[in-house]
């Protein structure tokens, strides 16, 4: 049995994880929210880790709130990375496999072609820079067979995020303004959860790898929230709208689009599209 921790797990990864956990035998799962284990608190942390023998740890904990962070920069900070530099100096010290989950928004949108893990990082919002701070501060202390792996555009039945959001609105409202000049794509957290599980077991690695992760193909969220109003058969309007014309403080890439050739190779997986995967979520309400 493998001993592992999930951090920020009443968050969308975290509880998507927690779902999919009983599919994986071979793991002892100790799922952790923040009131029971704070990630800027690194002696909880270590305790923990000792005393559970903690093989790997699963960093699902993030400040995630984009237009906030642009005020709460130094919370953001604390959580995404000062604490991500402390989980690697920890797991470094107990040689613990640390996988680290990071964002496209690291990214400034105005690449042509998907990004590798190779392709220059400038992140356009302070989320996105505070990532980035936390994808460096691990790379530094470089603990071994740790893996940073970027996705995006994350959505679940659970918790806040875009398709949730949508659902609400279609609900409430005749009409939705989306912005269509934005594009990446979907990733559902129960495929990423999946993902994490299947490839723990072939971690190998010297130095901290970086990998690409979502669903397949490419749409805009005005796209994307035709696509829930679609499968939801929902009657609402949904008119898209540009970026410039969506208030909002905070710039976001304009493509953001991840390739994730280096994930499919190294740990022979196969990535549904975000079309397929986002029917497989929407039909759960349904059995809800
Ligand atoms: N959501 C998205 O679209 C994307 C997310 N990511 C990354 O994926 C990862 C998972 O994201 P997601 O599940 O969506 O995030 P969520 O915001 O859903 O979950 C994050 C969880 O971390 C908890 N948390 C916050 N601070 C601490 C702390 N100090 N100690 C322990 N837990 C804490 C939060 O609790 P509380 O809510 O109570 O503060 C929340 O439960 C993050 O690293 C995120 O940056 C990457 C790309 C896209
Ligand atoms: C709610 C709403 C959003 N939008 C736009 C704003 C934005 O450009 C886009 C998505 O809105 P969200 O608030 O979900 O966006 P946001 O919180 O920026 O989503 C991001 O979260 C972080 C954590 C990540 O790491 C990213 O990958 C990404 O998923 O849709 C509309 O155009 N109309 C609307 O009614």
Redesign the pocket.
């Known amino acids: 049995m493998t001993n592992i921790l999930i ?8 509880f998507a994880l927690q779902n999919v956990e009983q599919n994986y035998p071979k793991f002892n799962c100790y799922f952790a ?2 009131n029971q ?4 608190k690194p002696n909880t942390i270590e305790e923990f880790i000792t005393t559970n023998n903690i093989k790997v740890i699963i ?6 709130n984009v237009d906030k962070a642009e005020d709460n920069e130094g919370l953001a900070t604390e ?2 990375k000062v ?1 991500v530099e402390n989980l690697a100096l920890i797991s470094k010290k107990h040689n613990v496999t640390l996988i680290h ?5 690291v990214f400034d949108g105005t690449s042509e072609k998907p990004y590798l893990e190779t392709d220059i990082t400038n992140p356009q919002n302070k989320y996105g820079f505070t ?1 980035l701070k936390g994808e460096e501060a691990l790379q530094k202390i470089n603990p071994a067979n740790a893996l940073i792996i ?6 679940s039945l659970h ?3 875009f398709v949730n959001t949508m659902l609400r609105l279609f609900k409430n409202n005749k009409t939705v303004k989306v912005v269509s000049d934005q594009k990446g794509s979907p ?1 559902n ?1 129960t495929d990423l959860a999946n993902v994490l599980f299947t490839i723990i077991p072939h971690i190998n690695n010297k130095n901290v790898e970086i990998y690409h992760y979502s669903n397949k193909g490419i749409c805009s969220w005005f796209e994307f929230a035709q696509e829930i109003a679609n499968i939801t058969k929902s009657e609402c309007n949904i008119v898209p709208i540009s970026s410039k014309d969506f208030n909002s403080k905070v710039k976001r890439p304009k493509y953001s689009l991840l390739n994730t050739e280096k994930m499919q190779q190294t740990f022979h997986i196969e990535i549904l599209s975000w079309q397929d995967s986002l029917k497989q979520c929407l039909n759960k309400i349904n059995k809800l």
């Open positions: 951090t920020g797990s009443k968050g969308q990864l975290g929210d923040k284990l704070d990630i800027t960093n699902c904990a993030a400040y995630t959580i995404n604490a989950i990071s964002s496209d928004y990532k970027r996705t995006s555009w994350l959505y918790g806040n995020n990733t957290a």
